[in-house]
């Protein structure tokens, strides 16, 4: 037998690899290109349906444009960004507090593929294992009225709700931890914490063995939520990410706060995507029946008031869009913060928003109505998702299952449907 010395053996290596896709090409096999898919998600949320001869773009599917005056005019010079979906149904889902439980869970139960989870958490447990954080929710007063299926979007399970943090400081600080303080104050500061956390896995645990099956499917839920806070603080100290300024000490809960929270809270969403901390994110603007009274857009009437303003009260009407151009002001800002922020991660460049997948969901279409039909949805992000934006899609009464089985798809999950099966199958037609 012929002996191949080292140098003629790693030649022969590489003439080999440089051959092999000739060689199948040759031989008539074609190579699939690698799919493209996203790196993270981020779900926007904003209560109260909408006014559709308000919300409607106009034109075509690749060239359209928001009238003046309308409620989406701030995003005009965003649409290359954006994937407008008009005419998508909750099917089997109508009024507030139905609409909130089904908008992200896609009407899912316990014996759903997707287990009755929420889409931020069923991706976030599929691909957040190895994130600092397995996902982050922010909020804004969403717990004025306490936890509830008004207030809550986000399930881990079927009926077990995970709570936006609504006040930024407490964010930031679960966020980076000890950031600031002195190495001896960080280090009793992060003792006392984790022994807090070691006292209260220990009652859950011992409280699972008395209660029934269903009760320790959320004491377990619980456990786990421990457990992923106790790895968070101990990796809070190494993080080598700039914690930035801390937010302000506000009153959180005020009215006249809520477009200052706000802006704290979406500042560290986007930091802590650009830190690497997370994939998966949310913001949610108030619940379902917000009671804030949006006084910097001139309205003198609770949000929910004003959206069942019918036609014939213009002055209503007019101040309910208002309200809504400043949500797609708040949207804008979240866009432009995220084409602000290199993507650290990439090896070719490019921005946050390039490879992330924004999602703006609501609870309801028509609000008026109370109906959960054509609820509006707008999609954001860039070349490195699946999805081909700058373009306005118009369905006919399409299960919302179907967008969020494609955001799965768009995250690079295998999966045919999201949520409840006998409602719908299969992707969003014309997103990719």
Not at 51 to 74: C, D, Y
Not at 125 to 146: A, C, D, H, I, M
Not at 203 to 224: M, N, P, Y
Not at 346 to 368: F, H, N, Q
């Amino acid at each position: 037998m012929r002996r191949l010395g080292r140098r003629q053996f790693t030649a022969g290596i590489g003439a080999t690899l440089l051959a092999s896709p000739l060689v199948r090409l040759l031989n008539g096999e074609a190579q699939a290109a690698t799919p493209t898919v996203a790196k993270r998600l981020i779900v926007f949320f904003t209560p109260n349906g909408t006014v559709h001869k308000h919300w409607r773009p106009t034109g075509t599917e690749t060239s359209f444009t928001f009238a003046a005056g309308s409620i989406l005019e701030p995003l005009n010079r965003l649409r290359s960004k954006l994937l407008v979906c008009d005419g998508l149904d909750f099917v089997g889902a109508d009024n507030h507090d139905p609409g909130m439980a089904h908008m992200l869970t896609g009407s899912g139960t316990a014996s759903s593929a997707t287990a009755g989870m929420s889409i931020d958490q069923y991706i976030a447990n599929k691909l957040g294992q190895g994130s600092r954080f397995k996902s982050l929710e922010f909020g804004v007063q969403t717990s004025l009225w306490g936890s509830s299926r008004s207030t809550r979007m986000s399930y881990s399970a079927p009926g077990v709700f995970v709570s936006p943090e609504d006040v930024p400081l407490n964010a930031y600080q679960r966020l980076f931890g000890t950031a600031g303080s002195s190495s001896g104050e960080a280090e009793r500061l992060l003792r006392r914490r984790k022994s807090m956390l070691d006292v209260a896995r220990t009652d859950l645990s011992a409280l699972s063995t008395q209660v029934g099956s269903e009760e320790r499917i959320k004491l377990e839920q619980h456990i786990e939520a421990l457990r992923q806070t106790e790895q968070a603080l101990a990796a809070a100290s190494t993080t080598a990410c700039s914690p930035g300024q801390a937010p302000a000490i506000i009153d959180a809960k005020a009215n006249a706060n809520f477009p200052t929270v706000g802006k704290m809270q979406m500042d560290l969403l986007v930091n802590a995507l650009a830190c690497g901390m997370t994939r998966v994110a949310s913001l949610q603007w108030a619940h379902t029946i917000a009671p804030q009274v949006f006084t910097w857009a001139g309205a003198s009437e609770a949000h929910h008031e004003l959206s069942h303003k019918v036609d014939s009260n213009t002055a209503g009407v007019a101040s309910f869009v208002k309200c809504e151009r400043w949500f797609a002001e708040q949207f804008a800002y979240l866009i432009d913060a995220l084409q602000a922020r290199p993507d650290l991660s990439s090896t070719t460049g490019g921005t946050l928003l390039d490879s992330t997948i924004v999602v703006w969901a609501k609870e309801l279409g028509d609000s008026r109505l109370h109906t959960c039909r054509s609820v509006p949805f707008i999609l954001a992000g860039g070349s490195g998702t699946p999805f081909r934006f700058g373009r306005y899609l118009r369905y006919s009464s399409a299960p919302h299952q179907k967008l969020l089985t494609s955001v799965c798809q768009g995250m690079g999950l295998t999966l045919d449907t999201f949520g409840d099966a006998s409602r719908s199958t299969g992707p969003l037609d014309g997103l990719v």
